[in-house]
């Protein structure tokens, strides 16, 4: 039997053969890549999708007894829960000088929607320097490393769209001086986009396949398949999740770190930072309990009434927003990857497909919605952990996301947030540093990763003793 024999074959058992229209009149080099691409796809899982996620629409049932999820308080001598930061701060320091942490970024976007041609990750962030995100978070690595005295592996998951791009541009940065045997790339998987009329996969051209990154719980998939060898080789135990839109995370946080692995309540299998919700109405997750488990639930999901409910201090209830920070263990990853019952579910979103017609040949772009794209998150894993706990940050210390071009989330008001947070680490060290009648400071300030991650790194510095209305400043 010829390779496209059988292939026709395992796509007329699933019922779609419709695939293979035009692969004989394509070229040998169109053909054989098409015939890679269906090969690469999970064929057996096709009907169960088609049955379950394109003809039927699964409805969102909140979870039973939700009430707001506990959290470690950013102050830790606060009356409502108190902790003891200094010693979880000397726990995760001797996990990141014994080698036991990496860090992972979820770096499978483009450009697109900030005007910028290219993976994200080379979107110049920095307020002064004009840094790369990629650049940034590479300078965090390199301090902490020699800081920790530690190996501290970078693993960089790309998507298809990116992959080559973003390999090149590390390259050609000589990977920010990093060593490149400690920078692992490799790419999300994709899923196969569908008609949701028919439940047929869609062909973008004639000789590919329409397919969609499989979102970020496609880490899992990944981690295992690219990654997992090479990090319990190295002897990592816990990796560092953080997604490359968000110059202000802080990858190696010891703090952190030790309240993942030795908290009581935790069992150092996934934890998560949060940040008080700005206002009832901001687009983030939100962090809840259901039955004793952690949970996150989309803001589009979380009921007005519980989105807008107050406790009797004025204070948001339901206040834990996601911000997509994680400590995830690797032992956890090798459970949700190999144990079918730790599957993460899929996520259904139905959105306009360009697709070739298969009985005309003709590119069809849709002006409604035609298909389904299907894809799965990495936070439907907290509730399978046994033990998961949640970490408050503050917003200007550890969320400066860039995801627009212009208004909330973008470039502009990612500098806005640079100069804040430096504003306030140099103001804690004695520099006098103006501010506006709205309080906005009256300068634009970038502190380099490699300069320091916090006020006390800039104890002994040679800092300025004032920085001037409209300076520009760079340490």
Known sequence: MTILADVTKRLDEVGQGHLLTFARSLDEHSRTRLLDQVADLDLASV????????????????????????????????????????????????????????????????????????????????????????QIFAEQIRRARSVYGAAIPWYVMTSPLNHAATVEFFEAHAHFGLPKSDIMFFSQGVLPSFDSATGKILLSEKGEV???????????????????????????????????????????????????????????????KMIPKADPDEKVGVFCMSNGKTE??????????????????????????????????????????????????????????????????????????????????????????????????????????????????????????????????LAQRGVAVERKGDGAVNAVIEISPLTAAGAEDLAGQTLPTSIAPGQRVML
């Open 47 to 134: 009907p169960g999708l088609v049955r379950d996620y394109v003809k039927s629409k699964p409805g969102f049932a909140l979870p039973p007894n939700l009430e707001p999820a506990r959290y470690y308080p950013w102050d830790a001598a606060s009356a409502e829960r108190s902790w003891d930061r200094d010693h979880f701060r000397r726990v995760g320091e001797g996990l990141i000088r014994a080698g036991k942490v990496a860090a992972f970024v979820v770096a499978g976007g483009q450009g697109s929607r900030l005007g910028f041609e290219g993976p994200k990750g080379c979107y110049p962030a920095g307020a002064i320097s004009g840094k790369s995100l990629f």
């Open 210 to 272: 329409a397919t969609n990154p499989d979102g970020h719980g496609g880490a899992v998939g990944a981690i295992a398949k690219h990654a997992l060898a090479d990090l319990q080789r190295r002897g990592v135990e816990h990796i560092s999740y953080f997604q490359v839109d968000n110059p202000h995370v802080r990858i190696v946080d010891p703090v952190f770190i030790g309240l993942h692995t030795s908290a009581p309540d935790s069992s150092g299998e996934m934890s998560s």
């Open 296 to 425: 996150v639930i989309e803001y589009s999901d979380l009921p007005r009434a519980l989105q807008h409910e107050r406790l009797p201090d004025g204070s948001l209830r339901f206040i834990a927003g996601s911000i997509a920070i994680h400590m995830i263990s690797t032992a956890f990853i090798e459970k949700l990857a190999t144990d079918s019952g730790s599957a993460l579910p899929y996520h259904r979103a139905e959105k306009k497909i360009p697709f070739v017609d298969v009985t005309s040949g003709e590119t069809i772009a849709p002006a409604t919605n035609n298909g389904v794209k299907l894809e799965r998150f990495i936070f439907d894993a907290l509730a399978m952990c046994g033990g998961s706990i949640v970490m408050e940050t503050d917003r200007v210390e550890e969320f400066a996301p860039i995801k627009n071009a212009t208004g909330t989330d973008s470039a502009a008001t990612c500098h806005t947030l640079q100069t804040e947070r430096a504003a306030r680490w």
